[in-house]
């Protein structure tokens, strides 16, 4: 529920077995499960969460096509990155819609299934829709930080790519772009 291993939970709260007792209470440690990921915990607000990593509650409700304030527990939310247009040297995450695969997903960023399974520690093939998932950087793509002015199809035509590919890779609901906001864009 809240992205951790057993034995991730078993450190924090100090247990040798993974016996449990009705009413026992656990530590939850705050862990970010990619550099630009965060795993949403009891007491979590999205003004405590924008204090802790310098950002702000508008920017997360951005970043995560988010409508409202509330958050549920174990809800992964994608925070800003600090970079600028550079080649990418870390992983990215991509969030499992309707119709994906892993087959999908790995063919999209250029990879087997077999590194997105050893990069998320999956034993089987199957997702739910809203799962995050860790993708490994193969340096196939830039980082590219969105000015004033520009556009999808700008980007597109700077990188000698397509509007589609940059959608894709970035999985966007919309073409509207925010001035700062990050885009993955294909090499």
């Known amino acids: 529920m809240y992205g951790l291993t057993v034995d991730e939970l078993k ?6 077995s993974n016996l449990l007792s009705v009413g026992q209470k656990l530590i939850i440690p705050d862990k970010k499960i990619a550099d630009n990921v965060y795993i949403v915990k009891a007491g979590d607000s999205l003004y405590s969460i924008a204090q802790k990593y310098n950002t702000t509650v508008d920017e997360l409700k951005r970043l995560n096509n988010l409508t409202s304030n509330n958050l549920s527990i174990g809800q992964q939310l994608k925070l800003p990155s600090n970079t600028d247009e550079t080649q990418n040297d870390t992983n990215n995450i991509y969030i499992v819609k ?10 999209m960023y250029g990879i087997s299934v077999d590194e997105l399974k050893q990069a998320n520690n999956l034993t089987s093939n199957l997702l739910s829709i809203g799962q995050t998932l860790i993708i490994p950087n193969k340096n196939n793509y830039l980082t590219y930080t ?20 940059i ?10 772009l925010s001035i700062g906001q990050k885009l993955l864009i294909p090499n």
């Open 11 to 16: 450190q924090a709260n100090n247990l040798t």
């Open 167 to 176: 959608i894709n890779l970035n999985n966007l609901a919309t073409t509207n």
């Open 98 to 107: 309707s119709g994906d695969s892993l087959y999908k997903i790995a063919n």
């Open 146 to 165: 969105v000015q004033s002015g520009d556009s999808l199809y700008s980007i597109a035509r700077k990188y000698n790519t397509t509007v589609t590919d």
